[in-house]
């Protein structure tokens, strides 16, 4: 089981132009953030980036493909608009790989907590 959520995956997300920078980032090994071998393969797993959207709502959702036809979410990074310019976000890891309780909020007024912490539910 996994048993933590990388504070660099916040990072990556805010500091990213795009959704399709973010994935590259999460997938440039010079950055040291994804070591993911899901499918036991001796190889690091790609993961990819997944945005559906609800209205205001965002579900960026980030998998790996472990089989030609299977694929496994690894975390949700939930993104609700809530005024101009303004947005609530949290990251939650999948409960078959962090557990029932495993999600992380961002704090900017924190640096000492790397700008995150997690929340239990």
């Not at 070591?35 to 209205?55: F, I, K, M, S, T």
């Not at 579900?59 to 608009?81: F, M, N, R, S, W």
Request: charged share 30%.
């Amino acid at each position: 089981m996994i048993t933590s959520i990388s504070p660099e995956l916040w990072n990556f997300f805010k500091n990213a132009k795009d959704l399709e920078s973010f994935e590259r980032s999460l997938n440039d090994p010079n950055k040291h953030v994804n070591n993911l071998d899901l499918n036991a393969d001796d190889n690091v797993d790609y993961v990819r980036v997944v945005d559906l959207v609800d209205g205001t709502t965002h579900a960026v959702t980030l998998q790996v493909v472990i089989g030609p036809k299977d694929a496994q979410d690894i975390a949700v990074i939930g993104v609700e608009k809530t005024g101009d310019g303004q947005a609530v976000a949290r990251i939650m890891g999948d409960e078959a790989l962090y557990g029932r309780t495993r999600s992380a909020e961002p704090i900017e007024e924190d640096p000492e907590e790397g700008g995150w912490r997690t929340v239990s539910g």
